[in-house]
């Protein structure tokens, strides 16, 4: 689909819907009148078979307990097939009410209190929270970065492996911050390494539909054809991909016997609720009809880059990191302004609503993370907000 007629057909005015992006901005950054281009969501409707799926369930008007929906699975299963080459099984997979929860989740169940939890910052912040909440030792091997292209640190990697001894690695995949797709030869390095020192890996792929740039996403699943099974557990969703994410519904995939027997003795004491319903059926009609939909998506994502980059050229000092996956731009301010002032520039004067840098990484304040699943409108208007302000500033103080 050409994205102007993608645009018209599915943006959606979102203010005074509970929208956590728009309707928590007074609350959350103290002036409900910013262009918020934060929180990972996306102003499009999903795809209309979706909502018409759901219409029809709720014209049902019956909400009793109800079982999960025995075509789930291939609908899912195809997908994942299909745009990603994954070959899952029917009794890997189990259901969750999102990808953090389930980070709480897998945290609980495969360690103890002071177990060590790798993660690699900058990095999706409650990753943080999930560690702290559960009262686990918090272990950082940040990546690193040179001119913003971010890599593991494999050597930091592998000593904080060794010294630290973590039970588990929290892998992003896409990362989000950075925009990264990890090549199939950085993957099979780190989960080389986890398997060496007995760390289990989950590994968060939320992101995986979202190949922007010109790499093709590979799962951890197919990294040496599936020799990590043994040491490893995924997370992935609908929801990030076909804009669901209130109605709560994510997989985690574990493929060894032995770590899913210990998952389903441990997840009793944590979790009996059932599934969402609307999340379950939204899910699986948007794998079976969502594929032009998602494509006509990419190509916003795709443009609003292009616009910012393009935008930004006034500031060759400015550095974006380079987008492979997600569709959020990770953009290095510290070069035209100095860190501390970042709140006044893009909040006071832009008048934007941004994930700042140190949410991700204490060293990165001076970043600010951009979401570009938005119209072109309106990354328009917050890339000029921004130019605009980065130029008053430079009038005024240098
Ligand atoms: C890497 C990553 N994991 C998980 C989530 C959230 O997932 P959920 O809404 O299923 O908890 C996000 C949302 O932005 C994310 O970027």
């Not at 050409?2 to 728009?22: C, G, H, M, P």
């Amino acid at each position: 689909m050409a994205i102007d007629a993608f645009v018209d057909r599915y943006q959606k005015e979102r203010r005074n819907t509970e929208s956590l992006k728009w309707d928590a901005l007074e609350e959350r950054f103290e002036d409900a009148d910013l262009l918020p281009l934060w929180v990972a969501d996306m102003e499009f409707q999903t795809p209309e078979t979706v909502t018409n799926a759901l219409i029809n369930r709720i014209q049902h008007g019956v909400f009793g307990y109800s079982l999960d929906n025995a075509d789930y699975f291939r609908s899912f299963s195809a997908w994942q097939e299909k745009r990603h080459n994954i070959h899952l099984q029917k009794e890997w997979l189990r259901f969750s009410t999102g990808v953090v929860q389930s980070l709480y989740h897998l945290i609980q169940c495969f360690s103890e209190k002071g177990d060590g939890v790798l993660i690699q910052p900058p990095v999706y912040y409650p990753f943080f929270h999930a560690v702290k909440d559960t009262e686990r030792k918090l272990v950082v091997s940040p990546l690193k970065s040179e001119n913003g292209q971010y890599r593991f640190d494999l050597k930091d990697f592998e000593e904080k492996l060794r010294v630290e001894k973590p039970k588990l690695f929290i892998l992003c995949s896409p990362h989000n911050p950075v925009g990264r797709i990890w090549d199939e030869d950085e993957l099979l390095e780190v989960l080389s390494l986890c398997k060496k020192h007995g760390v289990l890996v989950i590994a968060d792929e939320i992101h995986q539909d979202f190949g922007v740039g010109n790499k093709k996403f590979v799962s951890t699943l197919n990294i040496a054809d599936g020799s990590f099974h043994d040491c490893l557990i995924l997370c992935n969703a609908p929801s990030k991909t076909f804009n669901l994410a209130s109605l709560l519904h994510s997989h985690i995939i574990i493929p060894d016997d032995k770590l899913r027997r210990q998952f389903d003795q441990r997840i009793i004491f944590y979790q009996q609720t059932e599934n969402n319903l609307l999340g379950q059926l939204a899910g699986q009609t948007a794998y079976e009809t969502g594929e032009e939909w998602l494509d006509g998506l990419l190509g916003v994502i795709r443009l609003n880059y292009e616009i910012l980059i393009n935008r930004l050229k006034k500031f060759p000092a400015i550095i974006v990191s380079p987008l492979e996956g997600t569709y959020l731009a990770w953009i290095d301010l510290t070069t035209v302004i100095p860190r501390k002032k970042i709140k006044e520039i893009v909040q006071k004067k832009a008048q934007l609503a941004v994930d700042y840098g140190e949410w991700f990484s204490e060293e990165c304040e001076g970043f600010i993370r951009l979401n570009l699943a938005t119209t072109p409108t309106i990354l328009k208007q917050a890339v000029d907000q921004l130019v605009e302000a980065l130029e008053s500033y430079e009038g005024e103080f240098n």
